[in-house]
């Protein structure tokens, strides 16, 4: 049970270039969610998917897509690149069955550059 | 509107003393989740607790414990006995299902230094 993974753990990109975080979790959660966090602040949320096929946005959704193909995965798309991009990642999952030990858990973080 | 603050930007303690993490919270909605997460220099989210809204009961974990008031809309998180390993960003965070998907907002984060 690996729990929630990041593929990259980082990643520089040039200003206007693409590229796809990747998440991936084994705990056949329903939720899954896609933040960023800058120097200095919390994390706030990009975008959210309830389901398998279906996103949301969040706070921040600019500049960013997102896609739920399959259950286990959630995948966030950079189309082109801006330095205010730069920032670190967290993907996270959640199995909302409202128990008293019900939480998100987090995957470790995708550091990415824009230059 | 959800909202998380925690006023307290950085902490500075001596090893041993006890320390208190303040966190006021809003929302409209009657049911809703808090949490307190730590962010150790390594950056990984280590989740400490969740609350429900429907359950005021505070609660101690070893050397820490939390104060829920409903009525002051705070989530206050105390450690006891404050360790060098206890250095970290402290984050206190808010879910609710008034928009659907249990969307969580995080508040700025308490950075706590802890020296020997």
């Known amino acids: 049970n690996a729990g929630v993974t990041q593929t990259p753990k980082f990643r520089v990109l040039k200003t206007g270039q693409s590229m796809t975080l990747l998440c991936a979790q084994d705990m056949n959660h329903e939720y899954m969610y896609w933040y960023r966090q800058d120097p200095g602040m919390g994390l706030r949320l990009i975008h959210y998917?309830?389901?398998?096929?279906?996103?949301a946005k969040g706070e921040v959704p600019d500049g960013y897509n997102v896609s739920r193909l399959k259950k286990q995965n959630f995948l966030l798309g950079l189309e082109s690149a801006a330095p205010s991009q730069t920032s670190v990642y967290f993907c996270a999952s959640l199995l909302p069955v409202c128990s008293s030990t019900d939480t998100q858990y987090f995957g470790p973080g995708t550091r990415l550059t824009v230059l | 509107a959800q909202k998380v603050t925690q006023a307290q930007t950085e902490i500075s303690v001596v090893e041993k003393e006890d320390v208190t993490l303040d966190c006021v919270y809003e929302?409209?909605?009657?049911?809703?989740?808090l949490f307190w997460y730590k962010q150790p220099p390594s950056g990984e989210l280590v989740f400490l607790i969740r609350?429900?809204?429907?359950?005021?009961q505070n609660e101690i974990s070893g050397r820490y414990s939390w104060n829920f008031q409903k009525s002051t809309s705070s989530f206050n998180f105390t450690i006891t006995a404050s360790q060098v390993v206890d250095s970290a960003v402290y984050f206190c965070a808010l879910s609710d299902s008034s928009t659907g998907g249990f969307k969580t907002i995080f508040g700025a984060g308490t950075r706590l230094f802890v020296k020997a």
């Open positions: 929302t409209r909605d009657t049911t809703y989740y």
């Open positions: 609350r429900n809204s429907f359950d005021e």
């Open positions: 998917s309830v389901g398998e096929g279906t996103t």
